[in-house]
């Protein structure tokens, strides 16, 4: 699913670049005799303008270059038949059922939701449940019942107490009485949420149904929403020899103590490599929006900015944190985009849903009550229940059933509708009953099926990004097909240019070396005359360290020249270095032996090599796709267009 979103994403991104309805006459230029109109070329150059973050792109002449390329792909594309392909229509198929969600439903009761859960959001709460558990389609009987054994528990409950209840009858499965702790919207379905923040604290809620089945809900507090933090951490990966990475975080959280600075340790020590370079720094966070619950608990728990946790371990390895910063829950504004995205996977959802279908009644012109229905009852009998019935021969099915705009519906599509529905599992009702219950689930369906069907004429928004989608899967299966996947299998191809050009991929300079930092100039002093004596790192932190006090960290690895913890300009020779300060502190550096740059094998470099490879490539079939099609640019037409743009 996320590869799907991902996916849809790019190629919004790669072909609304290139796409805009002709509005007029003014043929800029053509290919193949095929025009393309100025407006098109217009609209895609003043929308990507500010997302341009190349110069030369922002040249028209030179825009107009990509544009024209990428008209030859869309042409080859065609010419190539991949619009007709069955795997790009049926993914076109998903991605325009899943575009068309944006624009059928009324935008007011989304945003009437949008403010309902952004005020909830400010408040957690903490309640217990009773849940009389219930199948979805349990028959009116069967509901009644548990109903009433709901009504009981509950009366039981604020006499004799939650926990007296919960002892007596909870078996995790048809009964269930749990203890919920604090949580805010979105956490529950929408009939139990609304349940939870309507009723006061220290009372139970009014029985209510949802598809797990009745409830009722003991709201035992509301607290104001904790918000969000943003803290800088210093991290040691769990390796194996855990002893020794505790020790090293323990050591540095002694130097913090001692009144280092946190932010020097985090760019000497840290090995989370995305905070290091800034001081340890994460991006601010709120509840549940980390991984790792552990590190999100030691966080939240920091009370005072500038505070430090004590280490502990997550499932990362080991930290010290240091508050930054405490917000409480973003402005309306912000975290708008993120609750409608929500509110349309929520359960919420039903409610947008109702004033959608009350919206198509009306604007297609369909009557709420239903029709006469009763030659559908009379046609029915008990093998529907044994998914045996069939239509009788003899039925009237072109008879005129109902009009959806100017889409007449006749009998047999409700009939044939009635014969597929039997295949599901029904509980046996009276025929009037199940005739009218399926006629509105076809009627609804139908009135849906209707709105979409003609979304692309009522909506040019709608149809213009429809076409970016199209147009843009059209683009990635031809890319996939031409360059990425054909470079990829092209092994003689991919070892020949590596041979030409294997100059380009190496190892840069390395060094094997000790690095010893210090909050004193003093002790890195007396560190270095101690390593020109090639005297071993943990000999020399018996001797400045104590259990009290930590002098001295060292480093003892293989590095890049561009490792963190190296000076730029340092003097790459065997040896003792001179003391520098670096990172807030004072190092040395005692390089053992150089590594020069090497050559990568064809192995160790492929990733770029296959990268590199299918540039070149592309730029040659760019080429043959220019001598393949014919354009002509109308010169003439493209002076008053860069006139109108600048």
Same mark, same amino acid.
């Given at each position: 699913?996320?590869?799907?979103?991902?996916?849809a994403?790019?190629l919004v991104f790669?072909?609304?670049?290139f796409?805009?309805k002709?509005?007029?006459?003014?043929?800029?230029f053509?290919?193949?005799?095929?025009p393309?109109?100025t407006?098109?070329f217009?609209?895609?150059?003043?929308?990507?303008?500010?997302?341009?973050?190349?110069?030369?792109?922002?040249d028209?002449?030179?825009?107009?270059?990509?544009?024209v390329?990428?008209?030859?792909?869309?042409?080859?594309?065609?010419?190539?038949?991949?619009?007709?392909?069955?795997?790009?229509?049926?993914?076109?198929?998903?991605?325009k059922?899943?575009?068309?969600?944006?624009?059928?439903?009324?935008?007011k009761?989304?945003?009437? /939701?949008?403010?309902?859960?952004?005020?909830?959001?400010?408040?957690?709460v903490?309640?217990?449940?009773?849940?009389?558990?219930?199948?979805?389609?349990?028959?009116?009987?069967?509901?009644?019942?548990?109903?009433?054994? /709901?009504q009981?528990?509950?009366?039981?409950?604020?006499?004799e107490?939650?926990?007296?209840?919960? #002892?007596?009858?909870?078996n995790?499965?048809?009964?269930?009485?749990?203890?919920?702790?604090?949580?805010?919207?979105?956490?529950?379905?929408?009939?139990?949420?609304?349940?939870?923040?309507?009723?006061?604290?220290?009372?139970?809620?009014?029985?209510?149904?949802?598809?797990?089945?009745f409830?009722?809900?003991?709201?035992?507090? %509301?607290?104001?929403?904790?918000?969000?933090?943003t803290?800088?951490?210093?991290? /040691?990966?769990?390796?194996?020899d855990e002893?020794?990475?505790?020790?090293?975080i323990?050591?540095?959280? %002694?130097?913090?103590?001692?009144?280092?600075?946190?932010?020097a340790?985090?760019?000497?020590?840290?090995e989370?490599?995305s905070s290091?370079?800034?001081?340890g720094?994460l991006?601010?966070f709120s509840?549940?929006?980390?991984?790792?619950?552990?590190?999100?608990?030691?966080?939240?728990?920091?009370?005072?900015?500038?505070?430090?946790?004590?280490?502990?371990?997550?499932?990362?390895?080991?930290?010290?944190?240091?508050?930054?910063?405490?917000?409480g829950?973003?402005?309306?504004?912000?975290?708008?985009? +993120?609750l409608?995205?929500?509110?349309?996977?929520d359960?919420?959802s039903?409610?947008?849903?109702?004033?959608r279908?009350e919206?198509?009644?009306?604007?297609?012109?369909v009557?709420?009550?239903?029709?006469?229905l009763?030659p559908?009852?009379?046609i029915?009998?008990?093998?529907?229940?044994?998914s045996?019935?069939?239509?009788?021969?003899g039925?009237?099915?072109?008879t005129?059933?109902?009009?959806?705009?100017?889409?007449?519906?006749?009998?047999?599509?409700?009939?044939d509708?009635?014969?597929?529905?039997?295949?599901?599992?029904?509980? #046996?009702?009276?025929?009037?009953?199940?005739?009218? +219950?399926?006629?509105?689930v076809?009627?609804?369906?139908?009135?849906k099926?209707?709105q979409?069907?003609?979304?692309?004429?009522e909506?040019?928004?709608?149809?213009?990004? /429809?076409?970016?989608?199209?147009?843009?899967?059209?683009?990635?299966?031809?890319?996939?097909?031409?360059?990425?996947?054909?470079?990829?299998?092209?092994?003689?191809?991919?070892?020949a240019?590596?041979k030409?050009?294997?100059?380009?991929?190496f190892?840069?300079?390395r060094v094997?070396?000790?690095?010893?930092?210090?909050? %004193?100039k003093?002790v890195? %002093?007396k560190?270095a005359?101690?390593?020109e004596?090639n005297?071993?790192?943990e000999t020399?932190?018996?001797?400045?360290?104590?259990d009290?006090?930590?002098?001295v960290?060292?480093?003892?690895d293989?590095?890049?020249?561009?490792?963190?913890?190296?000076p730029?300009?340092?003097?790459l020779?065997?040896?003792v270095?001179?003391?520098? #300060?670096h990172?807030?502190?004072?190092?040395?550096?005692?390089? #053992?032996?150089?590594?020069?740059?090497?050559?990568?094998?064809?192995e160790?470099?492929?990733?770029?090599?296959?990268?590199?490879?299918?540039?070149?490539?592309?730029?040659?079939?760019?080429?043959?796709? +220019?001598?393949?099609?014919?354009?002509?640019?109308?010169?003439?037409?493209?002076?008053q267009?860069?006139?109108?743009?600048?």
């Amino acid at each position: 699913m996320k590869m799907n979103v991902l996916r849809a994403t790019l190629l919004v991104f790669l072909c609304s670049c290139f796409f805009a309805k002709a509005q007029d006459n003014n043929v800029l230029f053509t290919v193949d005799d095929v025009p393309v109109y100025t407006s098109e070329f217009k609209r895609v150059y003043n929308k990507n303008l500010d997302l341009v973050k190349d110069d030369s792109q922002k040249d028209i002449d030179n825009y107009l270059d990509l544009f024209v390329k990428y008209k030859l792909k869309i042409a080859e594309a065609k010419a190539l038949e991949l619009d007709k392909k069955t795997s790009y229509l049926r993914e076109f198929g998903n991605y325009k059922n899943q575009l068309a969600k944006n624009y059928l439903n009324d935008n007011k009761v989304t945003d009437q /939701l949008v403010e309902e859960a952004y005020n909830r959001l400010q408040t957690e709460v903490d309640a217990n449940h009773i849940l009389v558990k219930i199948d979805p389609n349990a028959s009116p009987k069967d509901s009644i019942l548990a109903f009433q054994e /709901l009504q009981k528990l509950r009366s039981r409950a604020i006499t004799e107490g939650f926990d007296a209840v919960k #002892k007596d009858i909870h078996n995790g499965r048809t009964l269930f009485a749990e203890e919920l702790g604090y949580f805010t919207a979105f956490k529950m379905v929408y009939a139990f949420e609304n349940a939870a923040y309507n009723t006061k604290v220290g009372e139970w809620s009014a029985p209510f149904r949802t598809q797990f089945g009745f409830h009722v809900v003991l709201v035992k507090d %509301k607290r104001k929403n904790r918000g969000d933090v943003t803290v800088a951490h210093i991290m /040691l990966e769990d390796k194996a020899d855990e002893k020794n990475v505790e020790d090293r975080i323990n050591e540095i959280y %002694k130097r913090v103590k001692q009144g280092e600075d946190f932010g020097a340790l985090a760019k000497q020590f840290s090995e989370d490599k995305s905070s290091s370079s800034n001081e340890g720094k994460l991006n601010t966070f709120s509840a549940g929006q980390l991984s790792s619950k552990i590190f999100e608990d030691q966080a939240f728990g920091i009370e005072n900015i500038n505070a430090i946790s004590k280490p502990f371990k997550s499932e990362f390895g080991y930290h010290i944190v240091k508050l930054l910063e405490k917000n409480g829950v973003k402005s309306f504004k912000e975290l708008a985009p +993120e609750l409608k995205n929500k509110i349309k996977r929520d359960s919420r959802s039903k409610v947008i849903n109702d004033k959608r279908l009350e919206g198509l009644y009306k604007k297609y012109n369909v009557a709420t009550e239903h029709p006469d229905l009763k030659p559908f009852v009379a046609i029915l009998n008990d093998d529907f229940f044994r998914s045996n019935w069939k239509i009788p021969e003899g039925f009237k099915g072109e008879t005129l059933l109902v009009k959806i705009g100017d889409k007449q519906i006749v009998y047999k599509e409700f009939a044939d509708f009635l014969f597929k529905s039997q295949r599901k599992r029904q509980v #046996k009702t009276a025929f009037e009953t199940l005739v009218d +219950e399926n006629y509105k689930v076809f009627l609804e369906s139908n009135l849906k099926a209707y709105q979409e069907q003609n979304l692309e004429n009522e909506n040019e928004e709608y149809a213009q990004i /429809l076409t970016e989608y199209r147009d843009g899967l059209l683009l990635f299966d031809l890319m996939e097909t031409e360059i990425w996947n054909a470079a990829k299998k092209d092994s003689v191809g991919l070892q020949a240019f590596y041979k030409v050009n294997k100059d380009k991929y190496f190892y840069d300079v390395r060094v094997d070396a000790i690095v010893a930092s210090s909050a %004193k100039k003093s002790v890195i %002093k007396k560190v270095a005359k101690l390593l020109e004596n090639n005297t071993a790192p943990e000999t020399i932190k018996t001797q400045l360290n104590s259990d009290s006090k930590i002098n001295v960290s060292f480093i003892t690895d293989t590095l890049d020249n561009n490792h963190q913890a190296l000076p730029k300009g340092l003097e790459l020779t065997k040896g003792v270095s001179k003391i520098f #300060k670096h990172n807030d502190a004072f190092s040395v550096v005692q390089i #053992k032996s150089v590594i020069p740059k090497t050559l990568k094998t064809y192995e160790a470099s492929k990733g770029n090599v296959i990268s590199d490879f299918q540039e070149q490539k592309e730029k040659e079939w760019l080429a043959s796709l +220019e001598e393949k099609y014919k354009v002509i640019v109308n010169q003439e037409v493209l002076t008053q267009v860069k006139a109108e743009l600048k």
